[in-house]
């Protein structure tokens, strides 16, 4: 019994990797190479919107709970499916220049955020189908290690492999190129080593009905954004146009919010398009999902809880790699080793301690625990953007040379850069392995890709739609302001924990 538990926990930890590997490649890399080759803050605030299919996935998880693909049982062919999918994109994606055709490479971005977003469904199901409840807070730890470890390859590795002043000899092309080999390897192992999962006992909708139910979504999907392009534009500007001209941004930053408002509000057609056309069209695994999600006490407010939880910690870093390369002037080799090495080592231990205290305090308690150290941490990058680098001693890392990755001559560490990233990995892995704990708890099996599609996607709007605002605003009251702005935007998490108190201390009892 013991080395299957084991056996499942390795498993969980690969899977983790996979899912980071290709996140990193779509946010805080993208960032960099965009930052590299010159690209304006505000535009690349505009492109973190690539990563939209991470916040619609729970549209197309119901096909993945409804259907398996053959031969390789429930989960496994799907997975086995989107990780070679998903490295045929970086491979396009590294065939692109984003200076000369940026368009076309925004829309390759997208498709890999896809491929991802889909890659994910399925591993949070398989992982969620996988463990028993007793195996699920080291599991949520083991997960984070292992999707920590894969930035820190896409994120960190990456930045000192493209420095040329340490002679590493690669263009991002170079790495976005070896990223798609390493989603194959992925794909190889999830055929070959996964356990299988059981197919939930119960009758299942009709496949057909599905089906329609699915294509009805999308055409409503279709014709919302086409009303939106249209329209939105418009609408936002009569709205926004006469409180902006009396105001001092200049006209680029005006045009940058008009734009977030159009997008909002297409956003806010489309959505509800999409539900009413999979009510008329009785899409049952959708429909069904999200009933068993809303029949259990609480359903409403834990999605409210969902989308805050990590929103402070999502706005802080939505424009991480742009402040510390470009505002804090740091070279990339010292932000590739210090923010995606040992940042991202100390979120791995973060994530392990937080797992152990688990265990020890229960979920409710490490969830408002880290949620305050969370909170905290933006106010160390606050610090930070006031006292600039050098106000602390720092450090000289020597060269090294580890066949993989290497420093071609000593770097100095700022010592400021290196106290605020550990504090803020720290605590960002302890809430993360509290956070996805917790969205486990909530998933009946049946529906498990639907519904952590659904709670994930909920969990990403921070990560994701907070990138324009981020951009605009960041530009707009400077980045000490907008740390500040940050920390207070964590806040009302930690007000719906003590208000949400007995509702998550009766999960943990279910568990």
């Known amino acids: 019994m013991r080395a299957a538990a084991l056996h499942r926990l390795v498993v969980v930890a690969i899977l983790g990797f996979a899912s980071g590997l290709p996140l990193a490649l779509t946010g805080q890399a993208l960032q960099a190479w965009l930052t ?28 993945m709970d409804r259907f398996d693909l053959p031969l390789l049982g429930r989960r496994r062919g799907w997975l086995v ?18 200076t000369d055709s940026i368009r076309v490479f925004a829309l390759i971005a ?39 470890l894969a930035m820190i390859v896409s994120g960190g590795i990456a930045l000192i492999w ?7 000899g690669w263009t991002w092309p170079e790495v976005y190129r070896f990223m798609a080999w390493l989603m194959v390897a992925a794909a190889v192992l999830s055929a070959t080593v996964l356990p299988r999962v059981p197919t939930p006992p119960g009758p299942r909708p009709a496949a057909r009905q599905d089906l329609l139910g699915f294509a009805a979504v999308l055409a409503a999907v279709a014709v919302g954004y086409l009303l939106s392009d249209r329209f939105a534009q418009p609408v936002a500007q009569a709205l926004l146009g006469p ?68 929103l402070g910690d999502a706005f802080a870093g939505s424009l991480m790699t742009p402040f510390l390369l470009k505002s804090m002037a740091y070279s990339p080799a010292e932000v590739g080793v210090v923010n995606k090495v040992i940042g991202l080592w100390l979120t791995i231990g973060g994530a392990l301690i937080g797992g152990a205290l688990m265990l020890k305090i229960g979920l409710w308690r490490a969830l408002l625990v880290f949620g305050l150290l969370q909170a905290a941490s933006n106010l160390g990058f606050w610090w930070l953007a006031v006292n600039g680098a050098g106000a602390l001693p720092g450090m000289t890392l020597p060269a090294f040379d580890w066949g993989f990755v290497k420093l ?10 290196l106290m605020v990233i550990a504090f803020e990995n720290l605590s960002g892995g302890m809430g993360t392995a509290a956070f ?36 605009v605003l960041a530009e707009s ?35």
């Open 477 to 511: 009251i400077g980045w000490p302001t907008f740390f500040i702005v940050s920390t207070v935007l964590a806040l009302p998490a930690l007000g719906m924990l003590w208000a949400l108190r007995a509702p998550i201390r009766a999960l943990e009892s279910q568990t």
């Open 36 to 63: 590299l080759e010159g690209v304006d803050i505000a535009t690349i605030g505009f492109l973190s919107l690539v990563g939209l299919p991470y916040t619609f996935k729970f549209l197309w998880a119901p096909l």
């Open 408 to 417: 071609d001559k000593a770097t100095a560490v700022d010592g400021g850069l």
């Open 243 to 310: 409180l902006l001209e009396g105001s001092t941004l200049e006209p680029r930053l005006q045009k940058r919010w008009v734009d977030l408002a159009a997008l909002l509000l297409g956003i806010g057609f489309t959505l509800p398009l999409a539900a009413w056309a999979a009510r008329r069209a009785k899409f049952q695994t959708l429909l069904g999902g999200l009933s068993s999600y809303f029949a259990q006490p609480g359903a409403m407010a834990f999605l409210g809880l969902i989308v805050l939880y990590k």
């Open 110 to 148: 997208v498709a890999v955020a896809f491929m991802s977003a889909s890659q994910d469904v399925v591993l949070d199901a398989y992982r969620t189908d996988l463990l028993p409840p007793p195996e699920r807070g080291l599991g949520a730890s083991l997960n984070v290690m292992g999707y920590r």
């Open 436 to 471: 996805v704990a917790f969205l486990m708890s909530l998933c009946n099996q049946r529906f498990t890709a639907t519904q952590f599609a659904l709670l994930s996607a909920f969990a990403s709007v921070g990560r994701v739609w907070v990138g324009p605002l981020a951009g």
């Open 81 to 98: 499916l989107t990780q070679l999918l998903l490295a045929g994109a970086l491979a396009a994606l590294a065939a692109t220049s984003p």
């Open 162 to 168: 493209t420095d040329p002043s340490q002679q590493g």
